[in-house]
């Protein structure tokens, strides 16, 4: 599946910003097998006194920008053509739950994909008995990884409801799990702290999700919005599993990968320091067009 991809993400400040520093994971990356890249160019506005585009420890792009001179406001403009491949189903050759940990001893590798980096506390995301205790009364004995994963992130989604309005970027799982309610980020970052506390490694991928109208609406531009799923080690058999609890689901063809991580704060879209007064204002607006969707389709502009 080809779909064009246009972000865009506005700041404005009250007071002009100085010394303004922001590191960006908005580019896609080719991931073998699963997603290809045929073009992408991010543009900021104004233009940065520093930039530096590099790829960190998981294999991420990420671009650093500065500016030195008072600013008061940021435009980051993404456009990218990314081709998503369907993953053929594979059979559950998971171990049981209570003997994944053999095989990720079994793995003698600190590489990026190594599931060592996925099993404990992570800068955002701690085990806690709650959602440890949860994910406990779900799988049951013999149970395999890959119907753990699925198990768990199910009961979410039937358990949790989506509500933009009770959690903000910075609220911690245990507070979103206790009020039931969130957004991807939360169900997201509590799938992986319920999976973690019972042995499963996991992590959290950033990108975008392709969204339809509701039947006989056109597509509204600006609708589409960036995304949030978990990532699983199930076992040297089959290696990492995706699956999206906000929605039910294996993350398939409707799914663009920007970045992977341990949590947010690896894959943070945006993150930045800067010296100013005041408070500042953010717009986001994020379009995933089909390529077969011929009378919406812009061409993505450039290559990196």
């Not at 171990?95 to 600190?110: F, G, H, M, N, Y």
């Not at 597509?219 to 960036?226: F, I, N, Q, S, Y």
């Amino acid at each position: 599946m080809l779909y064009d991809i246009r972000l865009l993400i506005e700041y404005s400040y009250a007071v002009s910003s100085d010394h303004l520093r922001n590191l960006v994971r908005l580019l896609p990356c080719d991931i073998p097998g699963r997603q290809r890249v045929l073009s992408r160019h991010l543009t900021v506005e104004p233009a940065a006194d520093e930039r530096r585009d590099a790829l960190d420890f998981f294999g991420n792009a990420m671009t650093t920008v500065a500016w030195h001179a008072p600013i008061d406001s940021v435009a980051l403009q993404l456009m990218a053509r990314v081709e998503r491949r369907a993953v053929p189903q594979r059979l559950d050759l998971s171990p049981p739950v209570e003997l994944l940990e053999e095989d990720i001893a079994s793995v003698q590798t600190l590489g990026p994909e190594a599931p060592h980096h996925y099993r404990g506390a992570s800068p955002r995301i701690r085990p806690f008995p709650e959602a440890t205790a949860y994910a406990r009364a779900l799988i049951r004995p013999g149970m395999t990884a890959l119907q753990g994963v699925e198990a768990v992130g199910r009961a979410l989604n039937r358990d949790m409801k989506f509500d933009s309005k009770a959690t903000t970027v910075e609220t911690p799982p245990a507070e979103a799990f206790a009020k039931r309610r969130g957004v991807c980020q939360d169900f997201t970052q509590i799938m992986i702290a319920a999976l973690r506390g019972v042995g499963i490694p996991s992590g959290y991928v950033s990108g975008f999700l392709r969204t339809f109208p509701p039947p006989g609406q056109p597509r509204l531009e600006g609708a589409d919005a960036m995304h949030a799923w978990v990532r699983a080690w199930v076992g040297k058999e089959i290696g990492w599993v995706e699956f999206d609890p906000t929605n039910d689901q294996y993350a398939g063809l409707d799914y663009v990968t920007v970045a992977y991580g341990r949590d947010y704060s690896d894959v943070a879209p945006v993150r930045g320091v800067m010296r100013t007064a005041g408070g500042h204002e953010s717009r986001q607006a994020v379009d995933v067009i089909p390529l077969d969707d011929e009378e919406q389709l812009t061409p993505a502009q450039g290559s990196e």
